[in-house]
């Protein structure tokens, strides 16, 4: 059950923070889309809606106004990380997949059942999730059983999720599934199955005119 544990707190610290983006209002080549995996959409309302849940849930848990905005504050990029989450859990179900990999709703009960009693129970642990690893309520056994698929699938490589071996598996899911990110949510790298800032070296040309002409 640790080693489970760990695999949580290593696929959630994969979630890296960014500085804030571009605010293009879509993808020219799939309008309305926050992103594009394979042949699944991921509508800018599906991922609003996701990060809603993970607000709501603050709220309710931070009812003081004055604390809650300061939980706002220090999860300030919780779209982007979002979509980022929402990104690779299709690419390590579709790395799963292509290695056999199954999970049964017997072995996410078991493993909530395990982390319940670590944590102080149920309503605990789901305090954990959502002030740890931005996890609403609702979503923790989608989550669990991508923390199982993902240990399974670095059992089934002979390795664990902290190895290269098993980023590899993710960076080729990555690459087959083609993945597109609408602009303003920054671009997906392949080889690190991970979102990163979009390159915009035509913003910086153009803050440095700004600054010599009023100079």
Known sequence: MHRRRRSALLLTAAIAAAAPLL???????????AAVVGDQRITVAQLEHRVDEVREAQRAAVPDEEQYQQVVARTGSLTRDTLHGMVLDQ?????????????SRKEVREMRAGL??????????ETVWLQQYGVAPERLEDNLRIQLEA?????????????PEFWQALSKASDRLDIDLNPRYGDWDVQKSSRVDTKTPWVREITAAQVQQSA
């Open 23 to 33: 605010t293009a209002c879509g993808n020219d080549a799939h309008p309305g889309a």
């Open 91 to 103: 690419v390590l179900h579709r790395a799963a997949d292509d290695a056999g990999v199954t999970v």
């Open 151 to 163: 240990q399974k699938l670095a059992d089934s490589l002979g390795t664990d999720t902290s190895r």
């Open 116 to 125: 319940e009693e670590q944590a102080g129970g149920a309503k605990e642990l």
